[in-house]
């Protein structure tokens, strides 16, 4: 198969962390497709150019709209905040574009919903941004779940916590705006923690939350990329108004019970993206802050040696493993993108879905969506009440 025209919208975090999965592709994976790294975008020139020139784009559009409807491009690739998804994805069916989209795919359901028709009807390929699926420890930890290694599931509990708005002077960034972010932490972190549950135990039944804005107004930013900005602290204020921290309890189809937390608020913990899944013969638990590892637990264990032993699940025979380093050569947060275009190159030379794609995406919003209503209405939802 030819190379695969790539056309990137949005170039910081995200864009700078899928530049680099595709440049490392052809390296470390040379038998999948290559993603030809052809347009960047954004909105200024002068950044842009920076960008591209530092990432490695062969040139730049500073118009998405152009970009999506160009000839000479195969995939478009979503990097710009929430509220911008849509309309791009929409644009990028339309023109018979493959399309990976970062998550949260929308704003809400029935934007993605929407995305996922118009993506299906255009018969194009299309992938959402779930990247820890593709740490190789989470990989294992599904291959011992499928296996029925840990038996029946009864618990999927899952956090995840970070720390860089506990300060109240941290400026009003896009996250915290929701008709840009869509939510706080509940749609950026709870979402990504949704998927983990969704891959490894199954589909949501229930769920009944809470949630709270600890920070109700802060001071306007000066400058933002990623997790980062700049302010005055006696800058205009702004509100905030998406949330600081969302819990929720939920029960699977399978009958497993889950609890789940996002939060920005845990000073210390900078990305502890982390799970644990208990079953009838045993347990596993990840910690992103650890990548490498899943710590595992068999009950049939003899007696005398039993308890939670250590796997580094980056030595072979695990995931990926053959593509990187010798044993022990740990790899990192980056791989997982890596890994995550790896899938995607290799489900369009195989011509089929991409996993996670925008069914996943949609999954994962109507969680994100019953949680809140829940919150608002003080009482367990179904999924299937908003479906
Ligand atoms: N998979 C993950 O772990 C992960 C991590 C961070 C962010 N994200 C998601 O990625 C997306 C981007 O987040 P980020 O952290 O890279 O943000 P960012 O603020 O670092 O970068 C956003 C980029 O989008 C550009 N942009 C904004 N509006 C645009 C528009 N209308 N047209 C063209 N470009 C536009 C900005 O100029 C910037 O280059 C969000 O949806 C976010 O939720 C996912």
């Excluded at 709209?65 to 929409?90: C, F, G, M, Q, W």
């Excluded at 949330?243 to 900078?270: K, M, Q, V, Y």
């Amino acid at each position: 198969m030819s190379n695969i025209r790539v056309g990137m919208i949005g170039y910081k975090f995200m864009g700078k962390a899928h530049s680099n999965a595709y440049r490392a592709l052809p390296m470390f994976f040379p038998k999948v497709t290559r993603p030809q790294m052809a347009v960047i975008c954004g909105r200024d020139a002068v950044g842009l150019e920076q960008a591209r020139e530092q990432f490695g784009w062969e040139s730049a559009e500073t118009d998405w709209r152009k970009l999506v409807t160009r000839d000479d491009i195969d995939l478009i690739d979503i990097n710009a905040p929430s509220d911008a998804h849509k309309e791009i994805a929409i644009a990028a069916a339309e023109a018979g574009k493959h399309i990976f989209c970062e998550k949260p795919l929308a704003l809400n359901l029935a934007d993605s919903i929407e995305m996922l028709n118009a993506a299906e009807k255009a018969g194009v390929k299309h992938m959402v941004g779930f990247n820890y699926r593709f740490a190789p420890a989470v990989q294992l930890a599904k291959k011992l779940v499928s296996d029925g290694r840990i038996g029946e599931i009864y618990h999927f509990r899952g956090f995840f916590l970070q720390d860089w708005i506990v300060d109240p002077q941290f400026p009003l960034v896009w996250r915290l705006q929701k008709e840009i972010a869509g939510s706080g932490s509940h749609g950026d972190l709870g979402a990504h923690v949704i998927d983990m549950a969704r891959f490894l135990v199954g589909e949501f039944q229930e769920v009944i939350g809470m949630s709270e804005t600890f920070v109700k107004e802060r001071p306007l930013p000066t400058a933002m990329t990623g997790l980062s900005a700049k302010g005055d602290k006696d800058a205009p204020r702004g509100q905030v108004t998406v949330d600081d921290a969302t819990l929720f309890l939920a029960r699977f189809a399978n009958g497993a019970l889950g609890s789940i937390e996002a939060t920005r608020f845990a000073p210390g913990h900078r990305c502890t993206n982390s799970f644990e899944i208990n079953g009838s013969k045993g347990s596993i638990k990840f910690d992103f802050e650890r990548v490498n590892e899943l710590e595992v637990y068999f009950t049939d264990d003899a007696a005398d040696v039993q308890g939670f032993r250590r796997v580094i699940a980056t030595d072979a025979p695990h995931a990926y493993s053959e593509a990187w380093w010798p044993a022990g050569h740990t790899i990192g947060y980056e791989h997982t993108f890596t890994h995550e275009m790896h899938e995607f190159m290799l489900a369009l030379a195989e011509d089929r879905q991409p996993v996670p794609n925008f069914v996943d995406g949609v999954e994962c919003q109507a969680v994100l969506e019953a949680v809140d209503k829940s919150i608002a209405e003080r009482r367990w939802v179904a999924i299937s009440e908003l479906r």
